[in-house]
């Protein structure tokens, strides 16, 4: 029943992105019948023809008959080997396609699980089905059912056969099935085992060639470090492989012994036969011989190819397993209605990262809306990153619920709910395209004066427009030998210049401004102020110039809000965290100040 449904989740895959490979596949299963059967046959014609007729012209006609057939199924295997082949690449490329939307769609949380990540590694190895190239279990019963057409083909022609030969055969396809069933499980148990293995050597493997880390790996001396790491991940997954080889290697040296035992067997019965019937020509012998070899290698490629569809039905069932998980919805939920200033609630909102036993934010009640500046600071782990992964609805919340305008944020449509923010991470990704591809995030048509407006607003005017290329000047060198890699400040102004892009209504700043000196940073916090004075903005940073442009700050301790209001009012706390930090902070850069001018 396995087999089936795995069967059939190939097969739906299949004829939904490519259904003409599927009918090329079910023409090369007949033709691949035909050629072992003619050759079967027909050399029965051509011997009679020569020893027991003494014709030369009979047996050249049945010569030329054999050699002509064979030559018209060559050309026709071939030419569908090509049109296959071109077919099939189509098919790998949707494959690709689709996990990557698959991953792109999960639920952000899945992504941080390390089981789903060797999940997806393990996903990613049924597209080559466990050695046999994606669509693997599919070709493997196609053959079987050329075995099946073969083997009636030479049933048919042993119907006067002595039945010894029959139960040798039955009896050496059975015991290579036996053992080729236990090589086959072991192998599937090594290639779950090293899944892991495999992952980690991945990453060493993919460290090598990331020249983003190249500064470190010169400044710090890396490449034994990285190399070690590399030669001992490569030996663990060796190890596997090894046991695997070993696996094939007696799993194949047991074959050979029980067909070459069958071969003897063979010979003894067919000479009894010759010596035993004056009628027996040598034509005869040739097809009783070529149909015992035909019958035993067909029935054993039927079992053998059973057993290999059921080995890949555990790659399969990796597959549909990653499927299986959960998705984000992005077509389905209301839509949020068009107004000119949105509501946020978060009701005794609590969350706890899958796994883990303390709770990252707890009992978070606060209200804002998209015409504010809000400001949150807090220590490393305080839950200020956290807070914003629940508004952007990356994670779902554990207990109570976030409202946009009264109404529950899971029920909205997430396509058209993410609209209304923009955001620049500490994290933010770069790609090694151009920076207008970079800022736009689309090839095509972008709305030029917000493009322009953007990059002017954002900063990356004052470094773009020195370069030959301008706003096609790639990052990175990885495409375009021209292409520059950004500073860490530059990187911030095109992520900047990115969100302002989008024109959303409420904008985050999470960290954004970290690769910047302080006075840098307070001119672009001051700027941005101006910039999004139409929109609500959320300020998350270490240093605490961000603050003194919000409307409301929000002080983080220990996943709980201990403290809210404006600038002035929490620095007229005695005690208060807030203006603790901020003294801190401040004292250390008038500290500064003086030790770069001595007459402070």
Not at 468 to 489: L, R, T
Request: aromatic share 14%; proline share 2%; hydrophobic share 40%.
């Amino acid at each position: 029943m396995k087999f089936l449904n795995n069967l059939k989740f190939m097969l739906q895959f299949i004829g939904k992105h490519n259904k003409l490979w599927l009918f090329l596949t079910a023409l090369n299963t007949v033709l691949h019948a035909v050629s072992p059967l003619m050759n079967m046959i027909l050399p029965k014609y051509i011997i009679d023809a020569i020893f027991e007729e003494k014709s030369f012209y009979e047996g050249m006609y049945w010569a030329a008959i054999l050699v002509g057939s064979n030559l018209l199924v060559q050309y026709m295997s071939g030419v569908l080997g090509y049109m296959l082949a071109k077919q099939k690449n189509k098919l790998f490329c949707a494959f690709n396609t689709y996990i990557a939307e698959l991953v792109m769609d999960m639920d952000y949380k899945e992504l941080e699980n390390p089981e789903t990540l060797d999940m997806k590694e393990k996903a990613m190895r049924s597209a080559f089905s466990g050695g046999r190239g994606f669509c693997g279990s599919v070709e493997v019963f196609f053959g079987i059912m050329t075995s099946v057409i073969v083997f009636i083909g030479a049933a048919l022609k042993m119907t006067e056969l002595n039945p010894l030969l029959v139960l040798v055969i039955l009896a050496v396809v059975v015991l290579n099935t036996l053992f080729n069933s236990k090589i086959n499980k072991d192998n599937y148990k090594l290639d779950q085992e090293k899944a892991p293995i495999e992952r980690k050597n991945g990453y060493v493997f993919n460290l090598i060639s990331d020249f983003t880390i190249g500064k470190e790996v010169r400044i710090y001396g890396l490449k034994d470090y990285i190399i070690n790491k590399y030669k001992e991940t490569a030996s663990e997954s060796n190890r596997f492989y090894n046991k695997a080889f070993w696996n094939n290697t007696k799993n194949g040296l047991f074959s050979s012994t029980t067909a070459n035992l069958q071969l003897i067997f063979v010979y003894f019965i067919l000479f009894v036969q010759v010596f035993n019937h004056e009628n027996f020509t040598y034509g005869d012998f040739s097809v009783q011989f070529n149909a015992v070899n035909t019958l035993s290698q067909s029935l054993l490629s039927i079992i053998s190819s059973v057993l290999a569809i059921n080995q890949m039905g555990f790659y399969i069932d990796d597959l549909i397993r990653f499927v299986q998980l959960p998705r984000i919805t992005y077509d389905q939920g209301i839509t949020p209605e068009k107004c000119p200033v949105y509501h946020f609630d978060f009701v005794n909102v609590s969350f706890k990262y899958p796994g883990a036993n303390e709770y990252a934010l707890k009992n978070i009640n606060l209200h804002f809306s998209t015409d504010q500046k809000l400001s949150f600071v807090g220590l490393n782990g305080a839950g200020k990153t956290t807070f914003v992964k629940l508004l952007l609805r990356l994670y779902d919340v554990s207990d109570g619920e976030i409202l946009l305008n009264g109404i529950n944020v899971k029920d909205y449509n997430y396509s058209e709910y993410v609209t209304l923010f923009s955001s620049v991470f500490q994290d933010y990704k770069l790609f090694a395209y151009s920076v207008q591809e970079n800022i736009v995030l689309s090839e095509n048509n972008p709305d030029q004066e917000r493009l322009e407006k953007a990059m002017q607003e954002s900063g990356v005017n004052s470094f773009i427009n020195g370069k030959e290329k301008g706003i096609n000047s790639f990052v990175y060198k990885i495409f375009d030998a021209s292409g520059f890699e950004p500073s860490g400040g530059e990187g911030q102004k095109i992520a900047i210049a990115r969100a302002l892009y989008k024109d959303a209504k409420f904008v985050i700043l999470d960290e954004p401004t970290s690769a910047l000196d302080p006075i840098a940073e307070y001119d672009l916090y001051n700027k941005l102020h101006h910039l999004v004075r139409n929109k609500g903005c959320l300020f998350i940073s270490h240093r605490l110039s961000s603050t003194i442009f919000a409307d409301q700050i929000f002080v983080f301790e220990n996943g709980e809000i201990v403290e809210r209001g404006s600038h002035k009012e929490l620095m007229l706390s005695t005690d208060g965290l807030y203006k603790n930090m901020f003294e801190k902070q401040a004292s250390y850069y008038k500290e500064n100040e003086c030790f770069d001018n001595r007459d402070c």
